[in-house]
């Protein structure tokens, strides 16, 4: 997320590296939702895989907060969308790749 800022800093002016490091918050408030409905799950008894009706309210909150969020960062604060989204696709192969070496 940092070399993200910081390389939209060098090529462009503060708002774009601002744009990119609030872009990275998405999949991170993403992956918070779903650590926390793994946890939800565990104190039931019930593995989020084989439950439908967990897995799709996770879902459903993931989708509420990506709503949300693009509303605050276009709405509000009125941030550049490339390299916002350019933080959210990096940010995302991050996780991606990072629980993937950890599981793996």
């Given at each position: ?12 002016d503060g ?36 439950s ?18 693009f ?34």
């Open positions: 997320m940092a070399a993200i800022a910081l390389l939209w800093a060098f090529l462009r708002a774009a590296a601002l744009a990119a490091a609030v872009g990275a918050l998405l999949p991170l408030g993403g992956d918070l939702i779903l650590g926390r409905c793994r946890r939800q799950g565990e104190k039931l008894g019930v593995e989020i895989a084989p439908l009706g967990l897995l799709y309210r996770c879902a459903g909150y993931r989708i509420v907060w990506a709503i949300l969020f509303g605050i960062v276009f709405a509000l604060l009125k941030l550049e969308p490339l390299p916002l989204f350019c933080g959210v696709i990096v940010a995302q192969w991050i996780l991606l790749f990072g629980n993937w070496q950890r599981e793996g």
